[in-house]
């Protein structure tokens, strides 16, 4: 009688033979393959893609394009970022890091993360070289503003929110800077020690609390925005000296004129009145206002009342003005025929629906990053 374990040893022992020799097989088919790989990655590597062999100044080109125009600014995160860039191969990566223009402009936005925020802000800010700055920044940390006065002599444009305790950090000199938008958190603060010569190229300001202007050299602007300024007292005084402005813009401000109040602005050439919340004395304002050198008038319809005719004739006549254009934007009574009959001798009158000052092709403008 056979032996059962014999004969399963011997299956084994056969099977084993038959594994090896399969085994043997498929080293061989990998062997092959692997060969195959190294011959294909060999030709690969001798390959030089035609984007790569560009020289390194035309790549940082064809990537400030992939950037909004400057002075926009775009996110510090994000496929909107330079670092997107980076993220590409090993040499985009070395070329991006080692252009100062990708890295000059940046906004950030609120974070629970704050300290990494300001980690990534100065990255940028050593990145970005010696060139001047466009920067937005919302409401952040003392260390995130600190880190960005440091750089302060090479701020260009400039769009900050800040908490009322940082306003008194906001000094020393910007020989840089163009275009500044200020907003704070509290209108009790200390105003910071600062000179006109801290200024020396400073041409469009947005403010949203009036006092702020009180130490920025108003007389040089030649393009000033106030939004929010609840009352007409505190803008008027500003605008006494703003003898440069070229265009001016009150969004959402009052509208109640002190009695005797009187601005002319001999240069004035674009004036924009924005306010959904009219207390009905808009006219009082047109009484303060000559602008003789006047173009153009964009305004909300609420600001008209029930007579646009009572209403801006007698400033046109009293500025002198030859009006070219007037926009009216929102909800009205009046009819484009009205207008032309009423005012033959301007050759632009228009209405929007929507206000564009506030659609977000504009946003940039409303920031004063368009100076006139």
């Known amino acids: 009688m056979d032996d059962p374990a014999k004969a399963t040893r011997a299956a084994d022992r056969a099977r084993i033979a038959a594994l090896d020799a399969e085994i043997h097989e498929l080293q061989q088919r990998i062997h092959a393959l692997q060969t195959e790989q190294e011959s294909c990655q060999q030709r690969l590597d001798t390959y030089k893609y035609p984007v790569l062999t560009l020289p390194n100044e035309i790549t940082t080109e064809i990537f400030m394009h992939f950037l909004p125009p400057y002075p926009t600014c775009p996110p510090l995160r994000g496929l909107d970022s330079p670092t997107t860039l980076t993220h590409i191969c090993r040499k985009w990566r070395e070329i991006a890091l080692t252009s100062p223009r990708l890295w000059r402009a ?105 006092d702020h202007g009180n130490w920025l050299p108003i007389s040089q602007l030649t393009s000033l925005t ?54 009905g004395s808009t006219n009082k304002l047109f009484e303060t206002f000559t602008l003789p050198a006047l173009r153009t008038l964009h305004m909300s319809a609420a600001l008209l009342g029930q007579d646009p005719e009572g209403l801006l004739t007698p400033f046109i006549a009293r500025s002198g003005c030859k009006l070219q254009e007037i926009l009216v934007t929102g909800s009205h009574g009046f009819s484009q025929e009205y207008f032309r009959a009423v005012f033959p001798a301007i050759p632009s009158i228009s209405f929007e629906r929507q206000c564009i000052w506030y659609t977000e092709e504009k946003r940039e403008l409303r920031r004063g990053f368009e100076p006139y």
Not at 113 to 132: D, H, K, M
Not at 189 to 196: D, K, R
């Open 106 to 210: 940046f906004r950030t936005v609120y974070t629970a993360n704050r300290a990494e925020q300001t980690r990534t802000v100065q990255t940028w800010l050593e990145r970005s070289g010696s060139c001047p700055l466009s920067i937005q920044m919302g409401v952040s940390d003392a260390n995130c503003f600190l880190a960005l006065l440091l750089h302060r002599e090479r701020w260009q444009h400039v769009d900050l929110e800040l908490a009322s305790e940082d306003v008194a950090l906001f000094e020393g000199p910007m020989p840089l800077l163009e275009t500044l938008s200020l907003g704070v958190d509290d209108d009790e603060y200390t105003h910071p020690a600062t000179t006109v010569d801290d200024f020396p190229r400073l041409r469009a300001v947005t403010l949203g609390i009036a």
């Open 226 to 279: 106030f939004e929010n300024v609840e009352r007409a007292k505190y803008y008027l005084p500003l605008l006494q000296n703003a003898v440069n402005l070229v265009r001016l813009h009150l969004i959402d401000c009052g509208t109640d004129v002190p009695p005797g109040s009187s601005v002319k602005l001999a240069r004035l050439e674009m004036l924009l009145m924005v306010d959904f919340y009219s207390d």
